[in-house]
């Protein structure tokens, strides 16, 4: 069972940026790809961002192309969500999933909410000024 955790989330003003990181205490998340995914009050949890193992896909939701940005951290073993030019609209709960994959060439980026092995608590993120 892969416990994930994420951090970084907090408050923070239009146009701001903030960066959201996604981890597996006491293991690796080099052999699994992750979907970063939100959810806003009364609506449905929609894909955010999803990386491949090895990083090589990447795939974005249309409200935040051209703003955010993800990336792996080969050091650290982790997944980090780069938010940038932050709207009121991108406030909601975070959340990191990841899927276990056994090749590092394998292509699987998840950002829909199916065939995902493990999620996170979640992050809160609120855009205001």
């Known amino acids: 069972q892969l416990q994930l955790v994420e951090s970084g989330g907090g408050l923070v003003q239009p146009g701001g940026s903030l960066t959201l990181t996604c981890a597996a205490p006491?293991?690796?998340?080099?052999?699994?790809?992750i979907g970063w995914f939100r959810q806003a009050p009364g609506k449905e949890r929609e894909g955010v961002s999803c990386?491949?193992?090895?990083?090589?896909?990447?795939d974005f939701a249309d409200s935040v192309k051209g703003r955010f940005t993800i990336s792996r951290d080969h050091v650290k073993h982790t997944v980090s969500l780069r938010m940038n030019s932050l709207k009121s609209e991108d406030t909601a709960v975070y959340y990191c999933?990841?899927?276990?994959?056994?090749?590092?060439?394998?292509?699987?980026?998840?950002?829909?909410?199916?065939?995902?092995?493990?999620w996170g608590q979640g992050t809160q993120v609120t855009v205001s000024s």
């Open positions: 999933a990841a899927v276990r994959r056994l090749m590092y060439t394998d292509s699987t980026c998840p950002l829909e909410i199916d065939d995902l092995d493990s």
């Open positions: 990386i491949s193992i090895s990083g090589g896909r990447t």
């Open positions: 006491g293991t690796s998340l080099d052999y699994y790809a």
